[in-house]
């Protein structure tokens, strides 16, 4: 395979000037000075995607007379808040001039490379990279197919993002399509054009033998890429379902700013799930047996709805912070309960709303979704607030005491957006919902003012909608981690729906740990906050050699004691065989009551009218 990207292409003549105003002109021999359109290519090459190795070429010339030029590689992707060192996969670097003589170069830290050149003179870089790495926000290229995430894959010229290039894929004979949102250039086979470094980063390339398949919502041409083997999808009920859902997602902003068809690039492996959102299409990786069942066809459409709904809320209505980008650090913001926590939320609904799911299996779904926050102990403990700033360090690199410590941004995210939706259908008597909130902010911000919301303007906004001071709210529940269940009920009160507690008449006994591993060996997995195994000194890593003297067959220790129970010592203390770092321990733990809870969300026997009105604008479909 082979991916070229070249320079210039066709722009309009207002981005033509405002690049030229930036970078200058090149100076002529003789005659006028000739302005020009400064650019950069890239080129990429597997030689034997089998091995996993691309090939990787970089030319660019600048013409401000500098003589050294920085090479950067971002150590992020926009959608996913994690420093993933993409230069790790980057080897043998060369910097050469147009003739193919070397060039001094020295990387001056971990992602960059300082090229030393004559004034105006080309600059040519190779390198190789190594792709496999199957996921969302990685290169992949195999026998099969290779997906090019671009902040993974090529480098930028620093303080040159915007520059633009154009993409030219060149297959190998065993391949035969390329599947990308950026532009096609006209009259030139597999070529495309990006505006800026910006939209490149925004847009991945799938090649190999996906297939294609289109449909059409809200006016808009959109297309989607499967690729993989082993998969048994039934195009035409995807077509009428993905199509009803993107139209409920444009729905609720009132259009569909995509400049091109929208694309859904869509991977197919053993066990896969995630997306990651761009600013044109998305990409998705999926369990092959997805399509197969019920509940795994609903959660296709649900990550379906989820990448979706960015199109708009992130990609255009986003937190401050959130662009233009800074691809060599983090990039702070504590606004990620809304901009993927609500995402969470509008998941759940859009695919409601587009007739997929019933009333019932969705107030099913909703309750579910309070049930795991409410059962983790970390959402006592970290603010949401926090859970968004810190997702750096701690979202994507969970650990055995994670469950005890974080809260996720997605699901109290969510819950959050639930609150408000309430709130606002309830103080509007029925009129308004959430949607109304989330369409005024993008009109306001990423419409008219062309530039992200801050903290303060997103809390004022809400004030608006909800009619009350959302500052105490905000204090309690976003920037702190007191219990917001109260304020939920009151919230569903006011739609005349109740959060209904499903308690057994007898909770089962628990340690509070879990296990891990299989056959004569298993590990504690994590231990619960506060919880049996907590107060007894169980650590997570282990190993449960035995329960009261036997040795386990399974990971169902809660299993394992209530066969142990009895109705006169139903609580009695058990004896647990371990082993840490390798030395035999002892520990005697009372087994107590599951702490966990069970919820149901119903409508209310009786209802006045307004909680009438506001039920159903909250369900209206």
């Known amino acids: 395979m082979r991916v070229v990207c070249r320079g210039a292409g066709r722009y309009s003549l207002l981005r033509f000037v405002v690049v030229l105003a930036i970078l200058g002109a090149e100076p002529a021999a003789a005659g006028p000075r ?11 090459t597997s030689r034997n995607p089998a091995t996993h190795y691309l090939q990787v070429g970089v030319s660019y010339r600048r013409y401000d007379g500098a003589t050294a030029t920085e090479f950067k590689l ?53 390198y190789l990279l190594y792709a496999n790495e199957p996921s969302v926000r990685t290169n992949v290229c195999d026998d099969l197919h290779a997906c090019i995430i671009p902040a993974a894959t090529f480098v930028y010229v620093a303080d040159r993002q915007q520059i633009p290039a154009t993409v030219t894929v060149e297959l190998p004979a ?47 041409k959109h297309r989607v890429a499967l690729a993989g083997a082993g998969f048994n999808a039934d195009t035409v009920k995807l077509k009428t379902d993905m199509a009803a859902v993107c139209e409920q997602a444009a729905r609720v902003f009132g259009e569909l700013p995509v400049p091109v068809p929208y694309l859904f690039i869509v991977h197919h492996y053993t066990v896969g799930s995630g997306g990651l959102e761009h600013k044109n299409s998305t990409v998705l990786d999926v ?24 199109l708009w809320n992130v990609k255009r209505l986003r937190p401050i912070a959130l662009g233009p980008f800074k691809y060599d ?39 579910s979704s309070l049930m ?46 639930l609150i408000f939706d309430l709130q606002i259908s309830a103080f509007s008597q029925g ?12 009109r306001r911000y990423a419409v008219e003012l062309d530039r992200g919301y801050t903290d303060d303007e997103f809390r004022q906004a809400v004030s608006e909608f909800t009619g009350r001071n959302q500052d105490d709210f905000f204090g309690r529940y976003i920037y702190g981690a007191q219990d917001v269940t109260p304020e939920l009920r009151a919230a569903l009160a006011g739609a005349g729906y109740e959060l209904l507690p499903e308690t057994p008449q007898s909770a089962p006994l628990t340690l509070g740990l879990t296990l891990t591993g299989g056959g004569n060996r298993f590990g504690v997995r994590d231990v619960r906050r506060d919880g049996a195994a907590w107060a007894a000194g169980v650590s997570a890593n282990d190993e449960v050699v035995a329960l009261d003297g036997q040795p386990l067959t399974d990971t169902n220790l809660d299993g394992a004691l209530a066969r142990r129970a009895t109705p006169a010592a139903p609580a009695a203390p058990v004896r647990l065989d371990l082993r840490r770092d390798g030395r035999p321990l002892t520990i005697s733990v009372t087994p107590a009551p599951a702490a966990t809870v069970k919820y149901r969300l119903t409508e209310a026997k009786k209802r006045t009218k307004a909680q009438k009105r506001a039920g159903e604008k909250w369900l209206g479909q």
């Open 372 to 417: 795991s926050l409410e059962n983790q102990p970390g959402n006592r403990v970290q603010p949401v607030s926090e859970s968004s700033w810190d997702a750096w360090i701690k979202a994507y690199r969970p650990s055995e005491n994670s469950r005890n410590a974080e809260i996720s941004y997605y699901g109290k995210g969510a819950q959050m957006a």
């Open 74 to 126: 971002p150590v992020w992707t926009p959608g996913s808040y994690l420093v993933r060192e993409y230069a790790k996969h980057l080897e043998a670097f060369a910097a050469t001039d147009a003739e193919g003589q070397p060039l001094t170069w020295v990387k001056t830290d971990k992602h960059t490379w300082r090229v030393q050149h004559a004034p105006g003179q080309v600059v040519r870089l190779a």
């Open 34 to 44: 000739k302005m020009v359109l400064e650019a950069i290519d890239y080129t990429i």
């Open 329 to 367: 650090q983090e990039n702070y913001t504590r606004m990620l309960w809304v901009a993927e926590g609500f995402t969470k939320y509008y998941e759940n609904a859009l695919v409601y709303r587009a007739g997929v799911q019933t009333r019932e299996d969705y107030l099913a779904t909703r309750a």
């Open 431 to 442: 009129k308004q919902n959430l949607d109304d909130l989330m369409r005024t902010l993008y």
């Open 287 to 310: 369990a092959r047996t997805t399509y197969d069942t019920p509940a795994g066809y609903l959660d296709f459409l649900e990550l379906v709805a989820h990448e979706y709904f960015h």
């Open 174 to 220: 065993a391949w035969s399509r390329v599947s990308t949102a950026l532009p096609a250039v006209p009259g030139q086979a597999n070529t495309f054009r990006a505006a800026n470094y910006d939209e490149l980063v925004d847009s991945p390339l799938e090649l190999g033998n996906q297939q294609e398949f289109s449909f059409t919502a809200r006016g808009l």
